[in-house]
């Protein structure tokens, strides 16, 4: 796990970006291709979408403002 730290340690903001933006584009490719997928996302409330992206930030948003 420290190796882990050490090599996340040495990103910079694109690489974190770019890391953001190709997962975004790996669960519109899966949406995409996958009917199954594409169902339940069209389905669902997105409202659920905005809540899951809100519980998922706050660690993040804590720890950034903390120091």
Do not use: H, Q, S, Y
Not at 7 to 15: H, Y
Not at 52 to 57: C, D, H, P, R, T
Request: charged letters at 20%; hydrophobic letters at 65%; proline letters at 4%.
């Amino acid at each position: 796990m420290e190796e882990l730290d050490k090599k996340v340690k040495n990103f910079d903001t694109w690489d974190i970006a770019l890391t953001k933006l190709a997962v975004a584009a790996g669960v519109l490719f899966i949406i995409g291709i996958w009917p199954a997928a594409r169902n339940w996302a069209f389905t669902i409330n997105p409202w659920w979408f905005l809540v899951a992206a809100v519980v998922f930030a706050i660690r993040p948003m804590i720890r950034f403002f903390k120091k």
